[in-house]
């Protein structure tokens, strides 16, 4: 069934890619809760595994599908703004959009932390930051 969900979604949203907030079951929920709730309307990350894995930039006007752990569709969203800068670059305006802290230090706590986890951190590494829209949330 979520194949054909999948499926229908991509037809509705031509061009749509599909991706998975976090790196863990317990901070996808909390990420896709966050973006439900209206506090997390931007995310980032790390523009080496753009270039690793083949994935095409975000691009503003793109909608793409949000999964759940499971692979499920669970939201919708629109790219507003893409920008690539260095994690030291990063700025509270930015952070604060993420949703995910209350301070700039609390985000590049957390930030360096998960790219610790996923390849290695530099305050130099450039990341992709994104701010986007929620279009539509798929559990309602």
């Known amino acids: 069934m979520?194949?054909?969900?999948?499926?229908?979604?991509?037809a509705r949203y031509p061009?749509?890619?599909t991706f998975t907030f976090g790196d863990s079951?317990?901070?996808?929920?909390r990420l896709l809760g966050l973006v439900r709730?209206?506090?997390k309307r931007a995310t980032c990350g790390a523009l080496r595994d753009y270039h690793a894995e083949g994935e095409p930039l975000p691009v503003a006007g793109r909608r793409d599908i949000a999964?759940?752990?499971?692979?499920?569709?669970?939201?919708?969203?629109e790219t507003v703004e893409v920008t690539v800068r260095r994690f030291c670059d990063v700025d509270a305006d930015f952070a604060l959009a993420?949703?995910?802290?209350?301070?700039?230090?609390?985000?590049?706590a957390g930030h360096r932390a998960y790219f610790e986890r996923n390849?290695?951190?530099?305050?130099?590494m450039e990341l992709v930051c994104e701010r986007f829209r929620l279009i539509e949330d798929l559990a309602r």
């Open 25 to 29: 079951r317990a901070l996808c929920d």
């Open 67 to 77: 999964l759940d752990w499971d692979g499920a569709p669970a939201l919708v969203i």
């Open 15 to 17: 061009g749509a890619e």
């Open 119 to 124: 390849g290695g951190w530099s305050a130099e």
């Open 37 to 39: 709730d209206g506090r």
């Open 2 to 10: 979520t194949a054909d969900r999948l499926a229908a979604l991509k």
């Open 98 to 108: 993420e949703g995910e802290d209350h301070c700039l230090e609390g985000w590049q």
